[in-house]
């Protein structure tokens, strides 16, 4: 009896499996053609076609072998996928570390710039190996379009930088992980989906935990969330964002870490350390609090920054990523050199220590490691089931926070981890869940 291809039944029913995908290894040639497609039924008498002869199982026991087999490579590979997205959140947190507590004196405009122009020699050597241009199309629209979402991507990168430089890392990372929230909204407008209940609700979980995560005083009293003269603090007032923009000045930049920490030693206990009240002489602490808010400002933007960016890259799937990559580095070039020029940043530029150039080295080594790496784990596992597993960042640093920053602990600051990470999760299945009641327009 020859194999015959069965119409409009299970795949992997009990009495019938599909080899599609499942083959020893065929070739290339072979993988591609359609009609090879071999569906067998349990009967002794089945035969598959020559490449199957010399497999050493019985026709019984087809189905059961080759289901196992693809079953446990599916299950190795999903795990090698999860882990290389744990390795991957790891190294950036790594990566964060180093720029905020062992070199915060690193210039975050110095850092875009090395960044960006380290970025440009990796990729365009790729490119050059691979025989690609940077120019793939003669559409001037699409063109538009690649060379703006590598400016966002600048933009994006800066706001990373001075985020992690002066927001406490746990808040930092829970702010970055309401980016599923930013996505959904901008997707109405731009790929014309809708916003169901689904959506609302992992919305509505994220928002409340970086809420609770990050305690604004807008929604915390001074009774619930004391005040403490700290050099950190990460409570703000709206009267503050009009000099946000100082964060941003020359003078932003060269105050350290260092400093900060000595001059909250030094006033630690100091009577006119109370909230709203300060010394005239406190000019540091001041400026801290202007760069903070800044700080808050940027990891806003970068949740809103990185859903733009990810649904242009869904529009411009057609071009190779590393063409992509190629035009993030420009705009990150291009920011980083605006950024110099205009806030007047030059100075020192290319006089680091060599402490600092092995720091800015080890950054920029791990901030391509990692991302290379999560490419390479989306492989394996799909982004959403991996943005589940990389939501242990935000534990992770917020452990880090309050052991190397020293920042208090509250319990709704745990509440709002577990609800971040029940939105996260919640957003890892939101395909799974369309598939099932997507008929529903509600959900």
């Known amino acids: 009896m020859n194999p015959r291809r069965i119409e409009n039944q299970p795949l992997l029913s009990e009495d019938r499996v599909s080899y599609h995908d499942q083959r020893p290894e065929p070739d290339a040639n072979q993988c591609d053609q359609e009609d090879e497609v071999i569906t067998i039924e349990d009967e002794p008498t089945a035969v598959l076609s020559s490449e199957y002869e010399n497999l050493d199982i019985t026709p019984e026991h087809w189905s059961t072998s080759l289901f196992v087999c693809q079953k446990n490579r599916t299950s190795r590979e999903a795990t090698l996928g999860i882990l290389i997205v744990v390795w991957a959140g790891l190294i950036f947190t790594f990566a964060n570390v180093i720029q905020k507590v062992i070199a915060p004196e690193l210039n975050f405009w110095h850092l875009l710039f090395y960044r960006s122009i380290a970025q440009l020699l990796f990729i365009s050597g790729f490119l050059i190996y691979k025989k690609k241009s940077i120019f793939p199309t003669y559409n001037l629209r699409l063109m538009i379009r690649l060379v703006t979402q590598g400016i966002l991507g600048g933009l994006l990168l800066l706001c990373i930088f001075v985020a992690i430089k002066n927001v406490p890392l746990g808040n930092a990372s829970s702010i970055f992980f309401c980016t599923p929230v930013f996505t959904f909204i901008f997707a109405v407008f731009m790929l014309k989906e809708r916003m169901g209940c689904y959506r609302g609700l992992i919305s509505i979980l994220m928002i ?43 003078a932003g930049p060269g105050i350290s870490y260092s400093d900060l920490k000595n001059h909250h030693h030094h006033h630690h206990h100091h009577p006119d350390c109370q909230h709203n009240q300060t010394n005239p002489e406190d000019s540091v602490h001041v400026d801290n609090t202007n760069y903070t808010l800044a700080g808050y400002l940027c990891c806003i933007a970068v949740p809103c920054l990185s859903a733009v960016v990810s649904i242009m890259t869904r529009q411009l799937k057609v071009f190779h990523p590393a063409i992509l990559m190629f035009w993030f580095g420009v705009g990150a070039f291009v920011v980083g050199v605006g950024g110099i020029t205009i806030m007047d940043q030059a100075a020192g530029l290319f006089q680091l220590k060599f402490a600092e150039w092995m720091f800015v080295i080890l950054i920029i080594i791990l901030g391509l490691w990692g991302n290379i790496s999560y490419t390479v784990a989306v492989k394996f596992v799909s982004p959403s089931k991996a943005n589940v597993f990389r939501s242990f960042e935000v534990i992770l640093n917020f452990v880090l926070q309050v052991t190397l920053e020293h920042t208090p602990m509250y319990v709704t600051c745990i509440i709002g981890i577990i609800l971040l990470l029940l939105a996260v999760v919640c957003t890892g299945f939101e395909n799974d869940v369309m598939k099932k009641y997507g008929q529903k327009r509600w959900i």
Do not use: W, Y
């Open 208 to 250: 409340t935990g970086v809420i609770l995560i990050t305690r604004p005083p807008i929604f915390f009293t001074n009774d619930e969330a004391p005040i403490k003269c700290d050099p950190h603090q990460d409570n703000f007032t709206i009267g503050n964002m009009m000099m946000a923009t100082s964060a941003f000045t020359p």
